[in-house]
């Protein structure tokens, strides 16, 4: 029995056919309800122009950025494993970590480093949607959500410093909250709220871990899942002018 | 909304005569978008007490700096878990902050040049918390400073008062 053959049986089940409620994707049809028809797909377009996809030295970005994110996402749930959000564990479970758990330093560093990375993927995909004029109407609502998951970014990274609890993270944090209490009016009052309290102690370690690992990633989540729907919604990837003119 | 007014309806007072009356919807609609907006001024209201703590488990901003005779004439020491330089000078005692007032950061008593410093952005201060150098915008705050009824140094750090009171020894 060969594999298409296999594949074939398999589409002739009741269970395969009451989950993909269509033929095999071979028309143009059947691949665009592949897509319509699917829940992680819905949002994505059904047809990209070639040249949207040609691979250029500023490409890719946005998807890196995406990618970098599912990485974020995956080995952080796995550092949540052994990591206490309390002071007298929160170094020794970073330590821990790193010399103790299998495959803990591995994990650590690529979260670690994808972090780092992600701001700077943001950061090009920023750039070059500026330079490339991706602002312009019809995107700026979707440019307004861009900036949004830019700031999103920068907090998950800021919140996501404080946790290994070591003496970089508790000035970096103790700085960057007294950033904010420049603030006028308000400034000393959200301070107090972030950090739930005057110093950076117990509560702050624990707010900062509750915004890392819950709020900002489905802040995230929510913003990512509306920036791609509005790339297809506002007319695909954007095409310079001058490959629009040519037939396609 | 001229159909209000039918021969059919009963009379219908002044006030709500067709002009005047308030269509059904309208009034329903309003009524339930007041009371949502109520209740959620009243949910944010609650949410910020809920997240603002009553109780601090964080050192006391009042505390016991022990008896004056520890701190010898000309002399700056520094108090770790208070983050407080209490200063001796032939006129008496004054506590001053140790936190700099730019980023927070806590500063460093240097005796070899006299000076307070601060490792994060190198602030410098002089020993009675006067700014020598920035990006600290302003001088080191200088703290409340009493006698106990037993004689012992009371540091109220959320009091601050003038840089030339001095407590007399």
Known sequence: ?248 | MSDASDSSTPAVPPSLQAGNAIPRRDFLNEITLGALGVAGLGSVAVTYQFFSPNVLFEPSPTFRAGNPDLYPVHSVTFLQDQQVYIVRVPEGFYAVSAVCTHLGCVTQWKPDTGMIACPCHGSKFQADGTKIEGPAPRPLPHFAISLTADGELLVDKLQSIKSEQVLKA
């Not at chain 1, 729907?229 to 001058?242: N, S």
């Open chain 1, 1 to 248: 029995m060969t594999v298409h053959s296999a594949l074939q049986q398999l589409r002739e089940t009741k269970v395969w056919k009451s989950i993909f409620r269509r033929g095999p994707a071979n028309t143009n049809r059947t691949r665009s309800l592949a897509v319509f028809g699917n829940l992680f797909l819905h949002w994505l377009p059904v047809k990209v122009r070639e040249k949207s996809l040609r691979v250029r030295a500023s490409y890719y970005l946005g998807s890196i950025s995406f990618l970098l994110f599912i990485v974020l996402f995956v080995t952080g749930i796995l550092l949540m494993f052994y990591y206490h959000p309390a002071a007298p564990h929160a170094y020794r479970d970073m330590k821990d970590l790193q010399f103790v758990v299998s495959n803990g330093v591995f994990l650590r560093n690529l979260h670690r480093l994808a972090a780092h990375l992600m701001v700077f993927a943001v950061f090009c995909h920023m750039f070059h949607v500026f330079y490339r004029g991706g602002y312009k109407p019809p995107h700026e609502f979707n440019w307004v959500v861009g900036v949004v998951l830019l700031l999103v970014t920068l907090f998950l990274s800021y919140t996501g410093y404080l946790l290994p609890w070591d003496q970089l993270a508790f000035w970096a944090v103790t700085v960057g909250t007294n950033i904010i209490s420049a603030m006028p009016v308000v400034g000393n009052k959200i301070r107090f709220l972030l950090l739930g309290g005057n110093i950076v102690g117990e509560n702050a370690l624990l707010r900062f871990y509750v915004l890392h690992v819950v709020i900002l990633p489905l802040i995230a989540f929510l913003l990512i899942g509306i920036h791609f729907w509005r790339v297809q919604k506002d007319g695909g990837l954007t095409v310079k002018p001058k490959d629009d003119d040519g037939k396609e």
